[in-house]
């Protein structure tokens, strides 16, 4: 990876040691085994990451549930973070309990592309979901104003472990798709031959867009776990 340059969907996420708000961290490597999620945002006690972290904490046994752990960061000391996430616990009444990267010189934050021109002291609010095997599987940023919707990123994260367990494609929404409702795509065929049989095989609207069931635990869990679409 060259200097300044941040992970890519499909790259390995690079090795870093990080000071937290739960002392230090190895990145990849302490989460071996795990889906993590790393997001940024601009700053500690700022009205818009306040609620995020306390929609985020009120949401991490679902993030749990599909084996998923949170760290977030900022370009603020971790003394800093630890008084602000005592301050939501002690006036908003929710522990946090992810830890919080200290980024005061911008270290992390420049090697993972969350510093943006719209700031140049404030990282944007960036997501990078990692898979157990360290690979950077899906890339967000939101702007400073925007607060990130949470139904959305654990939706994401499920649909991610779908793909990967049953080798398919999510459509758009899923699970609550306005063509095919909760049901995944197929891949679609490399062939020529194999183009002629996929309609045999599967139901579908063409060779290139079919679709099949999963097991009906898996979708009832990412409909409620998503709350598709819904807030609380």
Known sequence: MEQGSFPLIGEKFPE???????????????YKGKWFMLFSHPGDFTPVCTTEFFSFAKRIEDFRKLNTELIGLSVDSTISHIEWVNWIEENLKM?????????????????????????????????????PNSVVRLIMYYPLEIGRNVNELLRAIKALQMTDKYKAAMPANWPANEIMGDKVINPPPKTVESSKERLKEFKGYSWWLTHKEIPENEVKEAKEISKVGKTD
Do not use: C, W, Y
């Open 95 to 131: 522990k946090i309990p992810f830890p919080v990267i200290g980024d005061p010189m911008g270290r992390v934050a420049t090697r993972m592309g969350m510093l943006h021109p719209q700031s140049s002291a404030a990282t944007v609010r960036a997501v990078f979901i990692v898979d």
């Open 16 to 30: 870093i040691k990080v000071e937290t708000t739960h002392g230090m961290i190895d990145l990849p490597a302490s």
